[in-house]
C-alpha cells in the first residue's frame, strides 16, 4: 500500500508541467528579492560610505571634486591615464567630515580638537592635521555618488517589480494546480462512490461520506494551496538566503545552520501530537456531519415524538468532544508556533552579537556598516519562511489526517463501471436454490428456487423481513449470493457486468427518489437517448397526464430535493414513467403502490397490463388484491417459499396465502 505522502505525491505529477513553470517563476521571485540586502550593502558601502575611502589630488575633472582651487577624485574612479599628485582622506568624527591631507596609516578611534584628528588603536596612535569641511563642501564630494546611488536605486525598484510579477506569477500558477488537483481527487472519490457496492454504505452514514468529499478534501486542497505553497516558498527563501549568507560571510551562515535540525526535530515532536488530535478531529466532524444529515432527514419524526432535546444532546457531545480537541490542538499550537520562532530568533541574534562585537575587538578585522545592515537584514528575512513554515504544521496535519480519510474511501475494492452493451434479453430469469445472508453465518434467503418465464408477472409476498427484498437486491447484483446462482436468459448473472445486466432493468421503489430538477429531467435522468418524446408517452402511459395536467409548467414543473413538494402517488408516478422510459426487459415493482391513494392506483392499475406485455415482472406487493392476476405467486416466510401458484391455486390450498388474504380483505371491509 502507498504511502499518503506518494499518493498526494501522485496526484500532484498529474499537473507537474504547471508546478514546474510555477516554482521556475518563484526561483526568479526569490533571486530578485534577496538581491536587496547586496544592493544596499554596495550603496552603503561603496557610495554613502564611500566618500571616506581613499582620495588623490589630480589634474582630470571627470568625476573629480573641486575643493580650495585643486581637483580631487577618489581611487575607485581614477584612470590609468590620470596623474596621481598627493593622497588625501575624509574622515568622519562624531557629525563632523574632517579633510587630511597625506596618508592616514591605520583607522580606529577618532577625535578631532583645535585642527588635530588624533587616531588610536590599541597602543597605536596618530595625529594628522585636518579641516572641517563644510556642508557645501560635503555635498560638493557626494556628488559623484549620485548618479550611480540614483542606478542602484533604479535598478533595485526594477527587481522589486519583476519580483512581484514573478510572485505574483508563482502563487496563481501554484494555486491553479492546486485546485486542478483537489478537482481531479473529487472527481476520482466521487467516482469511487458509484463504483462502491450498497453492502459499503449499509455500516457507513451518508453524512460521513458526504463530509469526504467537501470536508477533507478542502482541507487536503488547503494542503496544496496553502501548506506546501508555503513550504516551496520557504525553503527556496531559505536556500537563497543561506547562500547570501555563506557568500558575506561563511563562519555567520554556518551558526546559523543550526537552525535546520532544530527545525526537524521540532517538526517531528509537534507532528507525534497534532497526527493524534487532529484524527479524532476529522473523525468528530464526519460525526457531526453525519448527525446533522440523519437530523434533517428525519425532523419530521423528531419533532412528531418530541425527541428534540434527547437529539441536541447527542449532537452536543459530539461538538464537545471536536471542541476538547480542537483546544487541545490551539494549546500545542500557541505554545511552539509563534514562541519558537521568536526563541530561535533570539538565539541567532546573540550569537550574531557575539560574533560581530569579537570580530570589532580584532584590530585587523574590518567589519563595514554595509555588512552589518546585508547581515541584519538577511537573518530578520530568514525568520519570515521559517515562521510560515512552522504556522503551516497544523494545517499539513490536518491535511494528511484528511488525506488518510480520503485515500482509506478509494481504496476500498469498487466495482469498474463496464460500458459493455449486450442486446436487449428476454427476460426469462432462474433462482437455482439461492442462498444468502446480510451477515456471515445469518442466511435470510434459503433454498429459494424458482423460474419467472418471459412475459411472466411473479409475486412476491410475505411479511416484514421474509426475504422479498433480498431477492430482488439479488437479482440487480446489489449484493451476489453465496451458494446457488441466477441467471437472466441462461447467462450466470455473475458472469456479466452490473452495468450491463441493469441495463435492461427497471425498477419501482416504495419510496421512489427524485432529484432537483423537473418532472420531465426525473424521469429521463437526462440520458442522452431518451427523447422527449419518449418521456412524455411514458408519463402518459402510467396516466400521469392527468395527475400532472393543471401544473402551471406541465411536465417541466421544477422538483427540489427528493421531490417534496409533490405527494406520494405523484413522485410513485413518475417513477413509474422513469422505469417504463428505459423500456426493461426485466421491471421490479417494490411495494409500488402501497403509499398511493385509491384514485391514483387505479390510474397505475389501468396502465399495468399494457405496461407488463412484453416484460418479465416483479411485484412485491403489500396489497394482496393489486396482483390477482399475477401468473405465479411465491409467498415467502423467514426466507423459504412455503407456497407457490397463482392467486385461485393458493386460495384452493387454504394455506398461509389464503390467511393473509383474508386478513386483509377484513381489515378492508371494517375500514369501509
Known sequence: MKTTGKRLFQYALNFKNIIIIALAMLTVSVAAD????????????????????????????????????????????????D?????????????????????????????????????????????YDGVILKKEELLNFYQPEIPKIIWLLAFYFGLLVVASFFQYGQRFFLQKSANRIIQKMREDVFGQIQKLPIKYFDNLPAGKV?????????????????????????????????????????????????????????????????????????????????????????????????????????????????????????????????????????????AFIWYFGGEALNPSAVISLGMLYAFVDYINRLFNPIQGIVNQLANLEQALVAADRVFELLNEDGIDVSEEMIPRYKGNVKFDHVYFGYKEGEDVLKDIHFEAKHGETVALVGHTGSGKSSIINLLFR???????????????IKDLSHQTLRKHMGIVLQDPFLFTGTIASNVSLDDPSISREKVEKALKDVGADKVFKNLEKGFDEPVIEKGSTLSSGQRQLISFARALAFDPAILILDEATSSIDTETELIIQEAMDVLKKGRTTFVIAHRLSTIRNADQILVLDRGNIVERGTHDELMEQGGKYYQMYQLQQGENSLAG
Open 210 to 350: 458526504v463530509a469526504r468529499i467537501t470536508n477533507d478534501t478542502e482541507a487536503i486542497r488547503e494542503l496544496y494551496v496553502t501548506v506546501l505553497s508555503t513550504f516551496f516558498t520557504s525553503i527556496i527563501y531559505i536556500t537563497g538566503i543561506y547562500i547570501a549568507l555563506f557568500i558575506l560571510n561563511a563562519k555567520l551562515a554556518a551558526i546559523c545552520l543550526l537552525l535546520i535540525p532544530i527545525l526537524v526535530v521540532w517538526t517531528l515532536v509537534y507532528r507525534k501530537y497534532a497526527s493524534k488530535y487532529n484524527r479524532v478531529i476529522r473523525a468528530r466532524n464526519s460525526d457531526i456531519n453525519g448527525t446533522v444529515n440523519e437530523s434533517i432527514q428525519g425532523m419530521n419524526i423528531i419533532q412528531a415524538f418530541n425527541r428534540e432535546k434527547e437529539t441536541r444532546a447527542e449532537f452536543e457531545k459530539l461538538n464537545n468532544e471536536h471542541f476538547t480537541f480542537q483546544n487541545k490542538l490551539l494549546n500545542l499550537n500557541s505554545l511552539t508556533s509563534h514562541n519558537l520562532v521568536n526563541v530561535l530568533r533570539n538565539i541567532v541574534f546573540v
Open 83 to 127: 596623474t596621481k599628485i598627493e593622497e588625501v582622506r575624509i574622515l568622519q568624527v562624531d557629525r563632523q567630515f574632517v579633510f587630511v591631507e597625506g596618508k592616514v596609516d591605520f583607522d580606529g578611534e577618532r577625535s578631532f580638537k583645535d585642527g588635530v584628528l588624533t587616531i588610536k588603536s590599541g597602543e597605536n596612535t596618530a595625529s
Open 478 to 492: 446489489f449484493y451476489d449470493c453465496h451458494k446457488g446462482s441466477i441467471s437472466v436468459d441462461g447467462m450466470d
Open 34 to 81: 534577496l538581491a536587496g540586502p547586496f544592493i544596499a550593502k554596495r550603496l552603503i558601502d561603496q557610495h554613502i560610505l564611500g566618500v571616506e575611502s581613499t582620495w588623490y589630488q589630480t589634474e582630470a575633472e571627470k568625476d573629480a571634486v573641486p575643493y580650495k582651487g585643486n581637483f580631487y577624485k577618489r581611487e575607485a574612479y581614477i584612470e590609468p591615464s
